[in-house]
């Protein structure tokens, strides 16, 4: 079974920064992509970030030139996600994903709120 632990999110006011951790456990030997969707309110979900399994990354347009995505160096299924210049309009909730080639697996969501 995998899990996918998240951390960090919370409240930032607009400009600021945040960092969002995805852990990654269980029987996992590869994935197609692991990374970030996020779910405003009255809106759909969408991709943020991800980390395809060759190394290659993917990022929403709204989120292009603001955001990094990075793999970890030491916990290789553990991702981070790097936040900078954040707006009122990213404030939503993020959810870890896991693709594999077998099954798509999604964290339990971390708000992040950004506000004044």
């Known amino acids: 079974q995998v899990q996918l632990v998240e951390s960090g999110g919370g409240l930032v006011q607009p400009g600021g920064s945040l960092r969002l951790s995805c852990a990654a456990s269980g029987s996992i030997f590869s994935f197609n992509a692991m990374g970030w969707y996020r779910e405003a309110p009255g809106k759909d979900r969408e991709l943020v970030a991800a980390i395809i399994g060759g190394g290659s990354t993917n990022y929403g347009n709204s989120v292009k030139d603001r955001f990094t995505i990075s793999r970890d160096n030491a916990a290789k299924n553990t991702v981070h996600l790097f936040m900078n210049a954040l707006k009122p309009e990213d404030t939503a909730v993020y959810y870890c994903?896991?693709?594999?080639?077998?099954?798509?697996?999604w964290g339990q969501g971390t708000q992040v709120t950004v506000s004044p």
């Open positions: 994903t896991l693709e594999t080639a077998a099954y798509h697996y």
